[in-house]
């Protein structure tokens, strides 16, 4: 796949990049080690006051870095202002926690005593060049939220974007640049898929944490378990939506609409599998196509534009295969299911789409929606919806709308997911704990616990 801005509301190629070759690749991994060692040396004060600074250029130039990313990746302007806001956001609150939350920790005096120590303590550390293979669904903020908790800690980061973002990613590497983060801190690689085993294996590199498909994650993940190397990976989902009897129908539908095509409905932790109890399905199912009829298809860079184009020509076929297989196969269309008018000869454009009377023999049932596409399941009772909702590969996280407390209870039991939220849609923040089980990935990104991912937990024991 070539490197190169193409923008996907109408297929023109904007600028082109050349990969970068053996020896740059050489030049800067050789920085990066070199970089490493002076920074890990640095005060949590220092690398704040950097990430702070990084922050406050983000906030100053959202608006023409969300342009940037409508014209690489064409998700709606004013949700690529959002985001960059929400990286700059995200920022700050690493710069102010990480020395709390990578603070020494001391185990109990009474088994301190017990090891015949005079005292113990748990320091975390950081391992050193850690490799990000990034998508470009999101392309500032899957960066940022690997990037700001890996400099806090004293890492450095070498990104491996997606190649249809280079512009985002070149940006990403100038930003921390000008914020005064010294050269070499973080990197951004212009490199086709090809040349990330090496990078992968080379012995400075200490480590990978990866967001994208299933197939890139094994393909990670094997070469750094060849290397016995730690990863993160934060794969595919197709996260159920459940309504109960007792939830705010009108609310939950509403809310479902955003859900789905939030980013164009290129999202993994959109909710994808809609499943209402039969007690209520009828009033959702017609809230929610009206609410998904109602959205506003057309030029991202528009304001008033809800759905833009899907990101590459590709994702959309993939798209269409999965819908017209459903549909050959007995589906049943409430809306969309097509191209939308007026966009079928320019830009990856596809109509917001439910699909409804699914069975387990179509594709649509396992396969995930990468795009303005949702199924719309009824559920006899609560068995029947966690049976459904489990009913995946994957296990990113899931949505469900009920006021009963023992209802609530059963769903945190049961669902096989990384995160539930109760009446509202999943979102990730920078203090709540994010990724997924099964197929989804393994471990976590943000919070302390995502901070750690990159440190040596070092015991440190002295004796009596």
Request: glycine share 8%; hydrophobic share 40%; aromatic share 8%.
């Amino acid at each position: 796949m070539p490197i190169a801005t193409v923008n996907p509301a109408n297929g023109e190629t904007l600028k082109t990049y050349d990969a970068l070759g053996a020896e740059e690749i050489e030049r800067r991994l050789a920085t990066a080690e070199t970089t490493f060692r002076d920074y890990r040396t640095t005060s949590f004060a220092e690398r704040a006051r950097l990430l702070h600074r990084a922050a406050d250029l983000l906030d100053e130039e959202r608006d023409d870095i969300g342009r940037v990313m409508t014209t690489e990746m064409g998700k709606p302007v004013k949700q690529a202002r959002a985001e960059a806001a929400k990286c700059a956001k995200s920022m700050r609150w690493y710069a102010d926690h990480a020395e709390e939350l990578l603070a020494d920790e001391e185990p109990a005096d009474s088994d301190v005593k017990d090891s015949g120590a005079s005292r113990v303590l748990v320091r975390y550390r950081p391992l050193g060049p850690v490799l990000a293979v990034m998508p470009w669904n999101f392309p500032l903020w899957q960066v940022v939220r690997f990037a700001a908790p890996a400099l806090m800690a004293g890492n450095v980061g070498l990104l491996k974007h997606a190649s249809n973002v280079p512009q985002t990613a070149l940006y990403l590497e100038d930003l921390f640049r000008r914020a005064g983060f010294p050269e070499g801190c973080f990197q951004t690689l212009l490199i086709g898929s090809g040349a990330v085993e090496g990078i992968l294996r080379d012995p400075r590199v200490k480590a990978a944490t990866l967001t994208g498909s299933e197939p890139a994650g094994r393909a990670v993940a094997s070469v750094a378990g060849d290397e016995v190397k730690k990863t993160v990976l934060e794969l595919g989902g197709s996260d159920p939506f459940v309504v109960m009897p007792s939830a705010d129908v009108d609310r939950a539908a509403r809310t479902a609409v955003t859900a789905r095509v939030q980013n164009n409905g290129q999202s993994c932790i959109a909710a994808k599998r809609f499943i209402v109890h039969t007690d209520v399905f009828d009033a959702f199912a017609e809230r929610f196509t009206a609410g998904m009829k109602a959205l506003k298809v057309g030029d991202p860079l528009d304001e008033d534009t809800d759905i833009g184009p899907l990101s590459t020509e590709q994702g959309r076929g993939d798209l269409e295969e999965l819908v017209d297989d459903a549909v050959e196969n007995g589906a049943t269309v409430l809306c969309g299911g097509e191209r939308p008018e007026g966009f079928t000869e320019h830009g990856w454009y596809y109509a917001p789409t439910i699909l409804t009377d699914i069975t387990p023999e179509m594709r649509v049932h396992q396969e995930e929606t990468f795009g303005p596409v949702a199924t719309l399941y009824r559920a006899a009772d609560l068995d029947e919806a966690v049976a459904l909702a489990n009913d995946t590969p994957f296990g990113l996280s899931s949505n469900v709308w009920t006021n009963d407390e023992a209802e609530a209870d059963r769903f945190v039991r049961d669902l096989e997911a990384g995160g539930v939220f109760f009446n509202g849609m999943t979102a990730s923040h920078p203090a709540f704990p994010f990724g997924g089980v099964k197929r989804s990935g393994y471990g976590r990104e943000l919070s302390g616990h995502g901070i750690r991912e990159f440190c040596n937990i070092t015991t440190v024991w002295h004796g009596a």
